[in-house]
């Protein structure tokens, strides 16, 4: 049974940092490729950085520059490395692994991230 198990979130100041966790059980993070994905109050899920097996990278216009995504294989978990944050990366972060793009993907149930003074 697949599990993932996001963790990290909380409550921070605008400017700040988050470092997000994403624990799997059930899969290998290095054969699939690993997302994180963000979905505001009354918005739609969004795409926020992915990893694919072979450690390529992609991230969205808005985390380029703020957000690193790692793999640590040992510990088969991936992280999200957020700087610099502001009131508009409030939101559910989500943890996703998909094995190929025509493979129905997991998901985690979430950390939620909150950005105020």
């Known amino acids: 049974q697949v599990q993932l198990v996001e963790s990290g979130g909380g409550l921070v100041q605008p400017g700040g940092s988050l470092r997000l966790s994403c624990a799997a059980s059930?899969?290998?993070?290095?054969?699939?490729?690993m997302g994180w994905f963000r979905q505001a109050p009354g918005k739609q899920r969004e795409f926020v950085a992915r990893m694919a097996g072979n450690g390529g990278l992609n991230y969205a216009d808005f985390g380029k520059g703020r957000f690193t995504f790692s793999r640590d294989n040992a510990k088969n978990t991936v992280y999200l490395q957020m700087n610099s944050l502001n009131p508009e990366d409030t939101a559910v972060y989500y943890c996703?692994?998909?094995?190929?793009?025509?493979?129905?993907?997991?998901w985690g149930l979430g950390t939620q991230v909150t950005v105020s003074s």
């Open positions: 996703n692994a998909q094995a190929d793009p025509y493979s129905i993907p997991y």
């Open positions: 059930g899969i290998f993070v290095n054969f699939y490729d």
